[in-house]
């Protein structure tokens, strides 16, 4: 074996080799009612053994983290914990918001390791960060559906 061989075996034996990872967000709006519940998805594919995957929502022109999920572990920022939630399978990692409020009207996007560093439309990465679209999702009060009725 040369000596160029030999150090490209050593390189991808230490880093290893990976495709492209990528994230795929249908970009779409979701309406839905106070006190409902819902589901915005969010694929992803990656040779990652153990990827982590992030939800953020959009606050004040900045992205706020909400959860991670990976393979052994999950982490909810103390503002969410009690009604979002997400179930992270081999390829999919849907966010779920229960009992919804007013207030949880906002953009929200998921993103595959490491996390984003700006805000939407300037999303930039950070090392192999990986974002896809956006999902806009509107919350109405209870009381106006009840007018309208």
Known sequence: MTNRACIVFMVVLKY???GEDTVNQPNENITA????Q??????FK???LTPYLYWYIQRSNAPEYVLMRYKFGSSNSSEFEKRFDARLDSNSVPLTIKN???????????????TVTDTPPNIAQKHDTVISNISYMSVIPQKSIK???
Do not use: H, K, M
């Open 38 to 43: 819902v589901s915005i998805n969010c694929e």
């Open 100 to 114: 919804l409020r007013v207030s949880d009207s906002s953009v929200y996007y998921c993103a595959l390791q490491p």
């Open 16 to 18: 290893g080799c990976f």
């Open 46 to 48: 990656t040779l990652q």
């Open 147 to 149: 007018i309208l009725l």
């Open 33 to 36: 009612v106070e006190g409902q």
